[in-house]
């Protein structure tokens, strides 16, 4: 049996007088038509929900924003995606429907990995996002699931495997094969397919680009071609990550899962004598008394998923929203993949400041609804989280824009 496990690794910096409470989602239907939301850190669904398809007639949309000075664009990852025939999701770059179109999605462009994130261009100053969906009367589906997310203004970064340079080349789903004393190598293309907004504002080069292999065993190579042998067969979990001259980062996540397989043949025994014309049974398995004897091999490969930018609380306790997300999203598992038992989450890790910890309630929350609260709200505890601000009565005169402390 295939046990998914997954290291989940949230990095936040919160500063926050706040009880978590409500599910981190917005969806798009009669009450937020034509609205514009401050959606850092969220679950967006269609009118369905998390679990339903959603309804007929409807021309619906909704504009996103940030109210971070530092990430200041709307960024939006699509986990799924279904719709029916003649359905269409459109988003804008921009402030409303006037705004130019950055994607359709449709069953003649459905989602892939390719195009499963959408986000403000640098040609967009405002960083937001307008989404629009159209659905006629003849048919409904599932819809999609995604979360939202805030990020700098930067050029696009969208990697681009080089297929010559690359070997053995993935599967379909993202997985490498290899034999235990096979060499991986791995290269991605600097041209303008990589840098589609190259010199709009700066320029990205090699010269100024640092392109990290993280190799899934705690060896990060550096450069856009790089071949590396694991010592021990096992599974690996490899990733890209491109960081130009402004530290902005590759746009679509470039991710592969490694296999490598050790030879499960562990002897051969004597074949017994025959004549030309006899003929014998060769039997293989993990019996000694076997012809071909087989020590099967097997491994686990663990998934990790970060949410690398801040996610900033207001001082409460009369916060405009009374929970903040923080979505971490997942591709390296068999679409329709599902947690099956707590003990396949290895890790949950958070980085913060908050100067009482008896404020704060924890929640994890999975794409289809369904939660489980970590540490409930109740009063107690009054460690410090990190180095935070503390000021009990309102605003500390010392730190007048509210800035978080070091977590």
Not at 31 to 54: E, I, L, R
Not at 130 to 151: L, P, Q, Y
Not at 153 to 165: A, G, K, N
Not at 351 to 369: K, Q, T, V
Request: glycine residues 8%; contains cysteine.
């Amino acid at each position: 049996m295939k046990r998914l496990k997954l290291s989940i690794l949230f990095s936040l910096i919160i500063s926050t007088t706040i009880a978590f409470g409500q599910n981190p989602t917005i969806n798009l239907n009669a009450s937020t038509h034509n609205t514009s939301v401050s959606a850092c850190g969220y679950w967006f669904y269609d009118d369905g929900g998390s679990g339903g398809n959603y309804s007929n007639n409807q021309d619906r949309w909704i504009t996103f924003y940030s109210p971070d000075p530092t990430y200041t664009h709307v960024k939006i990852e699509f986990a799924s995606m279904d719709l029916a025939a003649g359905d269409t999701l459109i988003i804008y770059d921009g402030p409303n429907t006037s705004s130019p179109v950055l994607i359709r999605y449709s069953q003649a462009n459905p989602l892939t990995p390719a195009n499963s994130a959408v986000q403000a261009t640098i040609n967009n100053p405002g960083g937001r996002l307008t989404v629009r969906f159209k659905a006629d009367g003849t048919g409904n589906a599932a819809g999609w699931n995604s979360a939202i997310g805030c990020i700098k203004m930067c050029q696009r970064i969208t990697p681009v495997l080089d297929s010559i340079l690359t070997n053995p080349l993935p599967t379909t789903d993202y997985y490498i094969n290899l034999c235990a004393y096979d060499t991986l190598t791995l290269a991605v293309k600097t041209d303008s397919s990589t840098f589609p907004d190259n010199h709009i504002i700066y320029n990205q080069t090699l010269a100024n680009t640092t392109f990290a292999w993280d190799m899934g065993d705690g060896t990060t190579l550096y450069g856009p071609v790089v071949s590396y042998h694991y010592n021990i067969p096992s599974g690996y979990n490899v990733s890209l990550s491109i960081i130009d001259t402004m530290g902005c980062t590759n746009t679509l996540s470039f991710n592969f899962r490694v296999r490598i397989s050790d030879n499960p043949i562990t002897g051969v025994n004597p074949v017994p004598d025959i004549c030309e014309g006899d003929s014998i049974i060769l039997t293989s398995g993990i019996n000694l008394g076997n012809i071909v004897v087989i020590d099967p091999f097997t491994n686990e490969v663990t998934a990790q998923g970060i949410y690398d930018s801040i996610t900033f609380i207001p001082d409460g306790p009369n916060c405009p929203t009374q929970c903040y997300g923080t979505p971490v999203s997942f591709d390296q598992f068999p679409p329709g993949a599902t947690v099956q038992q707590a003990t396949d989450i290895e890790s949950i890790c958070i980085s913060m400041e908050h100067s009482f910890a008896g404020d704060l309630s924890f929640r994890i929350i999975c794409p289809n609804g369904q939660s489980v609260i970590l540490d409930s709200y109740d009063q107690s505890g009054g460690n410090f989280l990190g180095e935070a601000w503390d000021y009990s009565s309102g605003c500390d005169p010392n730190n007048p824009q509210n800035a978080p402390g070091t977590p």
